[in-house]
Each structure stands twice: as C-alpha cells, then as structure tokens.
C-alpha cells in the first residue's frame, strides 16, 4: 500500500468514539517519546500527519487515519504511555481505553510496538504484549532511534530482544528502525501490507 496517501480522519477519546469497527485496521503503540509520531511521519512521508503533544489531555485521544482514500485501511496512533507527568487518576483512565481498544476492536488486524532501542522491554511495553498475546494479534516491535547506537550494539539489543521473546517468535517479530535514517521502512510496510490487505 501506498502509505503517503494517509490522511487525517479523527480523534476518538474512547473506544465508543471510533470509527465503525469493519475493515481493516494497525495500530501503533509506545511510551512517549518512543519515537511513534516521528515513524508514523517517516512511514506516511509526511512531516506532520503524527504531532507530538506535551498536553496530557490531548495524549490521551486515539488518533485515525485512511490509507489509499478509503476508510476501510487505517493507520491508529494509540496514546503515548508512561508519561511521568501525569497525574494517576488520568494514567488509569488512559489504561482502560487502551484496554478496551486493544481487547475490544475487531477490525484490529497488528500491533506496531515502538521501544527505543537504549530502553526495550519496559513493564508497560509488556503489558500492551500482554494484551496482543490475549487475542493472538501479531505484533512488529520497532526499536527506535536506532542511529543512536553503532552498529554492533544496535545488533546486540535486537537479538537480545528477539531471545526475551522467542517463546512468542510466531506472534513477534522484531526489526531495527530508525526515522532520522529511514531505516527499517521497508520491513515495516510489508508487514502492514499484510496486516490490512488480507
Ligand atoms: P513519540 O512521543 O513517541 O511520538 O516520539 P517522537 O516521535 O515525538 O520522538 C521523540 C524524540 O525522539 C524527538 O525529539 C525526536 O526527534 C526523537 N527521535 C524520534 N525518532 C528518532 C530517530 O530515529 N533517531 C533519532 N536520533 N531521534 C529520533
């Protein structure tokens, strides 16, 4: 699929909001500051289809997009976790939309989990794992920001990923990524093309 041709759809702040459930849809997911709208925009080929947000409201709205001009094939950015600043009463609230829609949407076909390639694996990215593994929804993992690292240490922490993870190998796979390079785009589209085109 052409994925410069995603476009903005809507805002939903909870799973009763969303788009009608039909179709086929793949949402990605991180801890803030992952580098999740900097991958949506180097996917898209756009600057700013995915913008950064420091105000905790707006993190919390699940945000839809097109692809190819038809509503059917859509790209969901799933609210930012682990903002420290956040007060817990809002944590728990974000907690249970991400549930719900994690647990609850039909049309949900993959999971693009994005960890930065320094700090894989936190408690919250296994939670959402957790989710995944629940109803056998595949997931891609991005380690982002991998031009952070050399080579051999970006290596290094994809393959002890891909161990901390092989009981799930069928269900998982992990890729090195990075958007400042575009690296790691091409792996990333197949993977979606199979996810929303089957
Ligand atoms: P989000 O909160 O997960 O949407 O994260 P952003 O996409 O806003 O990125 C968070 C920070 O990491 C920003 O300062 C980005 O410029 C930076 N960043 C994102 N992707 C990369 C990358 O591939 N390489 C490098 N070096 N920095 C990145």
Same mark, same amino acid.
């Given at each position: 699929?052409?994925?410069?041709?995603?476009?903005?759809?809507?805002?939903?702040?909870?799973? &009763?909001?969303?788009?009608?459930?039909? #179709? &086929?849809?793949?949402?990605?997911? #991180?801890? $803030?500051? &992952?580098?999740? $709208?900097?991958?949506?925009?180097?996917?898209?080929?756009?600057? &700013?289809?995915?913008?950064?947000?420091?105000? %905790?409201?707006?993190?919390?709205?699940?945000?839809?997009?097109?692809?190819?001009?038809?509503?059917?094939?859509?790209?969901?950015?799933?609210?930012?976790?682990?903002?420290?600043? !956040?007060?817990?009463? !809002?944590?728990?609230? *974000?907690?249970?939309?991400?549930?719900?829609?994690?647990? #609850?949407? +039909? $049309?949900?076909? #993959?999971?693009? /989990?994005?960890?930065?390639?320094?700090?894989?694996?936190?408690?919250?990215?296994?939670?959402?794992?957790?989710?995944?593994?629940?109803?056998? /929804?595949?997931?891609?993992?991005? /380690?982002?920001?991998?031009?952070?690292?050399?080579?051999? %240490?970006?290596?290094?922490?994809?393959?002890?990923?891909?161990? +901390? /993870?092989?009981? *799930?190998?069928?269900?998982?796979?992990?890729?090195?990524? $990075?958007?400042?390079?575009?690296?790691?785009?091409?792996?990333?589209?197949?993977?979606?093309?199979? *996810?929303?085109?089957?």
């Amino acid at each position: 699929l052409n994925y410069s041709t995603a476009h903005f759809m809507l805002s939903a702040p909870s799973l &009763a909001q969303c788009p009608n459930d039909n #179709g &086929a849809e793949v949402a990605f997911a #991180g801890r $803030s500051n &992952a580098g999740k $709208s900097s991958a949506i925009n180097a996917l898209t080929r756009q600057n &700013a289809l995915a913008r950064t947000s420091r105000t %905790p409201g707006r993190t919390q709205l699940i945000n839809f997009f097109s692809v190819m001009n038809a509503t059917s094939q859509r790209l969901v950015d799933l609210p930012g976790y682990g903002y420290a600043k !956040v007060p817990e009463s !809002v944590k728990r609230e *974000w907690q249970e939309h991400l549930s719900d829609y994690l647990r #609850g949407r +039909q $049309s949900l076909r #993959g999971l693009v /989990l994005l960890m930065d390639v320094r700090h894989p694996l936190t408690e919250f990215d296994q939670m959402m794992l957790g989710f995944a593994d629940e109803r056998d /929804l595949p997931v891609q993992i991005l /380690l982002t920001k991998a031009d952070k690292l050399k080579k051999g %240490p970006a290596n290094n922490s994809l393959q002890k990923v891909r161990s +901390q /993870l092989s009981d *799930w190998e069928d269900l998982v796979s992990v890729q090195l990524f $990075s958007a400042l390079k575009k690296d790691g785009l091409e792996p990333l589209s197949k993977r979606l093309d199979q *996810w929303l085109m089957h």
